[in-house]
């Protein structure tokens, strides 16, 4: 078996890992590499002829999840290839897309990119999908964006664990070490674990639950009348997080507009069916132009979705003039580096929509595991060959953690042969500072 990481040694964003052995070959997410701030990094796969060289005789593609750095080179890769993704995080991205398609020509979302998303296989928890004599099972994670996965791929009698982007301190990351200990390792030893390490090189960044946010809007919403929340528009534990808060309030709407209630529709017909939290109706959606609704958000005061995109300033800006401005609080509930004006991560748009705001607090927890969690799942699997950390700023510093010292001596960064598995480490290709471009961010 040769396991390859074509893109993820140092370097977050932009993973492509492959599995190959005599009989098939799979590839484990396509992702762009991530920009920084309001910069398009320069990616050189991102093409249909580098993309369809990549992905020559491959059996399938499958997708972690749906965040641009893991999936947002699918629209290159030839038809005739299979792409997989979960159930409802299809059905978001579709959505999402179909939106920016119909919004303007400048978000580069086509029909042809429209009907490839169509196209992807979707699939479901602990639904075993077969590729020649690889077999790939995914697994629930709880991540920032919904119906996220890690991965068991068995073959030749090996068995590695994919665990994609995760989190434990979540509403839904209480089940990661039951997944793990009762679905995975009670059916078998992990061989080689192929884990992200986001947060190895951020340990001095506090790491919050769902629950302690929660706390906080609430106690925002006591001092403040009314309550704008800026955050990412398909995060369901943060959006369950604002909508439990608000409704401690009950006399005070909850008000979205017409395309984050899309989105809250497909949340509440998904997960919603599994947990009262993760229902969103009835939702109220802004009237800018209704004068009655206007005097109701004035009189009862309200919690507000916003996002930071041109297309929806206007409409702020009016309505902030005509709400008292020691009432009013924005919320930021996303990476506080993308309003960091010293950051190289800042987002020109983001900070000057939130400096149109009289009040401002952050409200954030990482969507990523913490270095505890790290060292909690590396020591738990215990892979018998290999540990290889990928999504990292500096995957060396996998070794910092809390985890034994035999692990330690397992860490992978380099091309080796382990137990009949022979990994091979590409060095990837990294933002290139001299070809980048401005790009604006309209969801």
Not at 374 to 388: C, E, R, S, W
């Amino acid at each position: 078996m040769k396991v390859t990481i074509h893109r993820g040694i140092n370097q977050i964003g932009g993973c492509i890992t492959e599995i190959a052995t005599d009989e098939a070959r799979i590839l484990i997410d396509l992702g762009h590499n991530l920009p920084e701030g309001d910069l398009v990094a320069y990616d050189e796969l991102a093409n249909t002829e580098s993309i369809t060289k990549l992905t020559e005789g491959c059996d399938a593609i499958l997708y972690t999840h749906t965040h641009g750095d893991h999936i947002d080179l699918y629209s290159y890769v030839p038809s005739r290839i299979k792409q997989y993704v979960g159930k409802t995080a299809r059905e978001v991205m579709l959505c999402k897309n179909n939106r920016l398609n119909k919004l303007s020509e400048k978000t580069g979302v086509t029909k042809e990119m429209l009907a490839k998303i169509k196209n992807m296989i979707p699939y479901e928890e602990k639904q075993r999908l077969h590729f020649g004599d690889i077999t790939v099972t995914p697994y629930f994670v709880s991540h920032s964006i919904y119906d996220s996965y890690m991965f068991l791929i068995e073959a030749q009698g090996k068995r590695i664990l994919h665990t994609g982007d995760f989190r434990e301190h979540s509403y839904l990351g209480k089940g990661l070490v039951p997944t793990i200990q009762k679905l995975i390792l009670s059916k078998g030893p992990i061989d080689l674990l192929i884990t992200e390490g986001t947060m190895v090189s951020r340990r001095e960044e506090n790491v919050s639950t769902e629950h302690e946010l929660q706390k906080e809007i609430i106690r925002q919403m006591r001092h403040y009348k009314y309550l704008f929340v800026l955050c990412s528009s398909t995060d369901l534990e943060r959006l369950s997080t604002i909508r439990a808060a608000a409704n401690s309030f009950k006399e005070r709407p909850f008000i979205t507009d017409k395309y984050q209630a899309s989105i809250l529709d497909i949340y509440t017909r998904s997960a919603g069916e599994k947990s009262p939290l993760f229902r969103f109706d009835p939702l109220n959606y802004y009237e800018p132009r209704s004068k009655k609704f206007i005097t109701l958000m004035q009189d009862k005061g309200f919690v507000m979705l916003v996002r930071s995109g041109e297309y929806y300033r206007d409409q702020i800006c009016q309505l902030l003039s005509q709400l008292d401005s020691k009432d009013t609080l924005l919320i930021y509930s996303m990476w506080p580096n993308y309003i960091n004006e010293g950051s190289i991560h800042k987002k020109q748009e983001t900070i000057d929509f939130v400096h149109l705001f009289p009040n401002l607090k952050i409200v954030e927890t990482t969507g990523h595991a913490s270095p505890e969690t790290l060292a909690k799942v590396a020591n738990l699997v215990n892979p018998t060959m290999g540990i290889i950390p990928i999504h990292c700023e500096c995957s060396s510093e996998f070794c910092e953690l809390n985890i034994s010292e035999e692990l330690k001596r397992k860490i992978i960064t380099e091309s080796v042969t382990r137990g009949g598995i022979v990994v091979v480490v590409e060095k990837g290709n990294k933002i290139n500072k001299d070809t980048i471009h401005s790009k604006k961010q309209i969801l």
